[in-house]
């Protein structure tokens, strides 16, 4: 049964990751029904001030012993810089090595995988840190897309609030679905977030290297409602079809087909945002056609559907 719960504190902790984890698991609601947490806070050197990314400082009363009969142990988000103190990371593994379960929140991933704890293992962080995370800790096998990844005694959140996600799933997992409900229902949050983390990417479309298809891109803009074809669109930029094919890809890095789609899925996105259009008359503005069509590739660039995605984000009166 999951009741002692340590919270690891670095320099450069984030307060609202913290926060996630205190709200969760350091807040009394037995008078609701929850079960009582031995909730711990803990750090290399306890009753020592610990910088915040926030310009501010927090104490944590604990020292790394605390960790050694906790059956939770939650690293918040911290700095990305890849060092951290070697007690903390030994802390960690010897709490994995015991059964422990293990929960990060956002760049806390980071230290799990200095740990060397996610080597061969499924998990999460921000999306922004992508790139980063898969050059630092290339055996982790990293999903971008999902709001937290479950793999087993690690449990592994995207950014920010996705940590709530994370938290409460666990919480479900391990001490049943009226349990979670009741702390979600405190927070005022949803018990469970429909989708994963790539509804909140700013997707980057790939722009031209050079000057020349520019041009070429800006009217495939401005004209998404119309079919773009290699043939039609090379005779605009006046060169064969091979060599538009060749010379798109080498400067945007992908094909005409994927760059239009992306586009398209771009502006239906903005659609679902800032204006109460119907899906067949954003699917014919944003060049799809049929709301079936924006459907398919909707979800499969942004990951949830158009009408869940509105529900989230849409800011029309």
């Not at 142990?73 to 103190?85: D, I, L, N």
């Not at 005022?188 to 983390?197: A, K």
Request: proline share 5%; hydrophobic share 45%.
């Amino acid at each position: 049964m999951m009741r002692k719960i340590a919270v690891v504190l670095l320099e450069d902790v984030a307060l609202f990751e913290f926060g996630v984890l205190a709200e969760v698991f350091g807040v009394d609601r037995t008078d609701d029904g929850v079960p009582a947490f031995d909730f711990r806070v803990c750090a290399s050197k306890p009753n020592e001030p610990l910088q915040t990314s926030s310009h501010s400082a927090v104490i944590a009363p604990y020292g790394l012993d605390a960790l050694e009969d906790a059956d939770l142990v939650a690293v918040p988000a911290t700095s990305k810089r890849g060092k951290y103190p070697a007690d903390v990371l030994e802390a960690l593994r010897a709490a994995a090595a015991r059964g422990a379960i293990l929960l990060t929140v956002c760049s806390g991933a980071y230290v799990l995988g200095a740990a060397g704890l996610l080597d061969g293992r499924k998990c999460a962080t921000h999306w922004r840190y992508t790139d980063d995370f898969r050059e630092k800790f290339p055996k982790a096998n990293l999903d971008p897309d999902v709001l937290f990844v479950d793999d087993g005694n690690i449990i592994t959140s995207a950014g920010t609030a996705a940590g709530i996600d994370a938290c409460l799933h666990l919480v479900r997992r391990e001490l049943g679905a009226a349990v979670a409900t009741r702390i979600a229902r405190r927070m005022v949050v949803p018990p469970q977030r429909d989708g994963g983390q790539r509804q909140y990417v700013d997707l980057p479309v790939p722009e031209a290297t050079g000057e020349s298809l520019q041009p070429i891109l800006d009217w495939m803009v401005d004209n998404l409602a119309t079919e773009h074809t290699v043939p039609d669109l090379a005779r605009r930029a006046r060169m064969s079809d091979r060599t538009f094919a060749r010379r798109f890809v080498a400067e945007t890095g992908t094909t005409p087909l994927k760059w239009v789609t992306t586009q398209r899925v771009l502006h239906a996105r903005t659609l679902l945002e800032q204006t109460n259009l119907g899906l067949e008359q954003i699917a014919a503005e944003s060049g799809f056609g049929t709301a079936a069509l924006l459907r398919h590739h909707f979800r499969r660039v942004v990951g949830v559907a158009p009408q869940d995605y509105r529900r989230t984000f849409q800011c029309a009166g």
